[in-house]
């Protein structure tokens, strides 16, 4: 049990506050609707719903993909996070397809709603704590890759840089933008069907919010089944590539490989030395190298083959403006 509380501990901070916002949002726009039967805020409140049983899944397995690895399972549990959010996508699904469906029958049937001004309320309330919750996901986002904005530039850098967030707190942007969107979406249809005799705002508001709640689905089951399978890191690849090239005695790189499972990284390398190297410099050489890598941050392995040089080169050097990002990132 300590071991449990511990690994929860290390589980994804923007997963968690979600989880807990999604959670209140979802009982007060649930509350409204009971009230109103109102079919965008009975999107609303299923898009909660969806969202706060989806992280809360993904704050799990995120925790529970920081095992450490087992005599049973050696190469550890960093895939267990892409397979979880294979999991949850599932409930957002099921969700988006409850949504498109009472939408359209509120297009084909429509019908009044009452209770205006709580709906009004509650989905403002909603939208400004779905985008505190998006906020805090940017600024996690840009955590993870060590960069610094303020302002407007969080948005900007965090949109830039979504790539190469960790599949957890990408999920949790990649929902609360939708969420947020979808909250300001429920607001017009509300307004336009009080005001005006187009009832079927609602429902159509729902089934855009529905479309979107889908989009998000296919988007996430893409790249965790990629993790899930064994994703190649071409970035953290080149940037390796680079630091391995700067030791004066590493002659060239034969290959090398990095695999993204989960958020860890595990790094297959092999290099050629000069042949009249003795096997204790070789050591130390490949010792050297090992350190280095795994100071990098999501290295968990690092597996280094030696062979003696041949002359010719198999390493392509990156461009000149690449060389100098991984320069920037170190």
């Not at 965008?40 to 925790?63: C, K, P, R, W, Y």
């Not at 999501?298 to 392509?316: F, K, L, N, P, R």
């Amino acid at each position: 049990m300590g071991e449990l509380f511990q690994l929860l501990k290390r589980g994804n901070k923007s997963a968690f506050l979600a989880t807990i916002i999604n959670t209140i949002i979802a009982i007060i726009k649930g509350i409204a609707f009971m009230f109103t039967g109102n079919v965008a805020m009975f999107a609303e409140t299923m898009h909660s719903l969806g969202d706060a049983a989806n992280q809360l899944f993904v704050f799990i397995g995120s925790a529970l993909s920081k095992k450490a690895p087992t005599e049973k399972y050696p190469n550890g549990f960093g895939r267990l996070v892409n397979l979880v959010l294979l999991g949850a996508v599932l409930i957002v699904g099921i969700m988006a397809f409850e949504t498109v469906k009472e939408g359209y029958h509120h297009i084909i049937h429509p019908t009044e709603s009452s209770g205006f001004l709580i709906n009004i309320l509650v989905l403002i309330v909603a939208t400004l704590l779905e985008t505190f919750v998006l906020f805090k996901a940017m600024k996690e986002i840009l955590h993870e890759i060590e960069l610094e904005a303020k302002g407007l530039n969080v948005f900007a850098k965090a949109f830039a840089n979504l790539g190469r967030a960790k599949p957890a707190t990408k999920l949790v942007f990649m929902e609360d933008l939708v969420a947020t969107l979808g909250g300001l979406l429920a607001i017009i249809a509300v307004v336009l069907a009080h005001y005006t005799p187009l009832h079927q705002a609602e429902g159509v508001a729902s089934v855009l919010i529905g479309a979107m709640m889908l989009f998000v689905v296919g988007r996430v089951f893409l790249d965790n089944a990629a993790g899930v399978i064994g994703q190649a890191d071409e970035e953290m690849e080149n940037k390796i590539g680079v630091l391995v090239m700067e030791d004066p005695d590493v002659k060239d790189i034969q290959d090398i490989t990095v695999i993204k499972e989960g958020e860890d990284l595990h790094v297959e390398l092999e290099i050629e030395i000069d042949p009249k190297l003795t096997v204790a410099a070789a050591d130390d050489i490949k010792d050297r190298l090992q350190e280095k890598i795994m100071a990098e941050k999501g290295v968990v392995d690092v597996t280094i083959e030696i062979d003696e040089a041949d002359d010719v080169m198999s390493w392509q050097n990156p461009k000149p403006t690449d060389i100098k990002k991984v320069h920037e990132k170190s």
